[in-house]
C-alpha cells in the first residue's frame, strides 16, 4: 500500500497523480517525477520554496526475481583419478588401484547425473537434464535444498584446484549441520554464484 504526505504551496500543483499496483508517482513542474522505491519504504524530504516541503513515503514494487543458475559439469577430477587408477594398474599397484578407480568411477557418474541449482532463495541439488527432485539427504535426512540465508560459512578446497566445497547451514538444525560436496562442476562458475547468493567466503577465488 503506498502512502504519500505531501505539504506544498499554491502555486506547486501536483499533476498527473498516478496509482497503478503499489506504485504511486507525483509530478510537478518543479520536482518531476518524485521516487518509485523497489522491496522498501523510502523517504525523501525536499526543499522547494522557502518553507515549502514535499515528504514522500512510497512502497514499491517487489524486486524481480533472480534468474536461476545450474553450473556447467566438470569431469576434471573423475579424469584424474581414473588416470591416476590406470597408472597404478599399469605398476602392478592393484591394491591402491581399485578403491582409486571406484571412485572414479562414481565421480564420472555423478558428475553426468548431480547439478546444484541456485534459485532466488535457495541451493537445491537435482539429478539428470530435467533437473528432477533428488531423493532425501542419506546422511542427515531432509531435502537437499537450504536457504541462503541460513549459511553460517562456505569454502572452497583449494582455491587454485577446488576439488571440495564445505557450507554450514543452521536449516537442517539450529546449532548448524556442515556439508560436503566434490566439485563435480566448474569451479568459477560455482565459486561466482555462490559469493553473489551466499556472501563472500574467507578463501580466494578459484585460477
Known amino acids: 500500500m503506498a ?3 505531501l505539504s506544498v504551496s499554491r502555486f506547486l500543483p501536483l499533476q498527473n497523480r498516478e496509482m497503478g499496483g503499489f506504485t504511486r508517482n507525483f509530478r510537478s513542474p518543479y520536482l518531476g517525477e518524485v521516487i518509485r522505491s523497489k522491496s522498501f519504504v523510502r523517504r525523501a524530504v525536499r526543499r522547494v520554496h522557502g518553507d515549502c516541503f514535499v515528504v514522500a513515503s512510497v512502497l514499491g514494487q517487489k ?5 536461476t543458475v545450474v553450473p556447467d559439469p566438470d569431469y576434471r577430477i573423475a579424469i584424474v583419478l581414473l588416470g591416476l587408477s590406470g597408472g597404478l594398474i599399469y605398476t602392478n599397484n592393484l591394491l591402491p588401484a581399485a578403491p582409486i578407480g571406484l ?10 547425473r548431480v547439478r546444484f541449482v541456485f534459485d532466488d532463495e535457495a541451493l537445491e541439488v537435482k539429478v539428470g537434464e530435467q ?4 531423493s532425501e539427504n542419506v ?14 560459512n562456505w569454502e572452497f578446497w583449494w582455491p587454485n584446484f577446488p576439488i571440495l566445497v564445505y557450507f554450514k547451514e543452521t536449516q537442517t538444525k539450529p546449532e548448524g549441520q556442515v556439508h560436503f560436496f566434490p566439485i563435480i562442476f566448474d569451479g568459477k562458475q ?6 553473489e547468493r551466499a556472501g563472500p567466503s574467507k578463501t580466494s577465488g578459484p585460477k
Do not use: C, H, P
Not at 63 to 67: A, I, Q, S, T
Open 139 to 152: 546422511f542427515v535426512g531432509g531435502k537437499n535444498r537450504w536457504k541462503y540465508s541460513t549459511f553460517v
Open 63 to 67: 524486486v524481480k526475481n533472480r534468474e
Open 103 to 112: 571412485l572414479g568411477l562414481l565421480l564420472l557418474v555423478q558428475t553426468s
Open 3 to 5: 502512502t504519500a504526505l
Open 131 to 134: 533437473l528432477q527432485d533428488s
Open 190 to 195: 560455482l565459486y561466482d554464484v555462490m559469493v
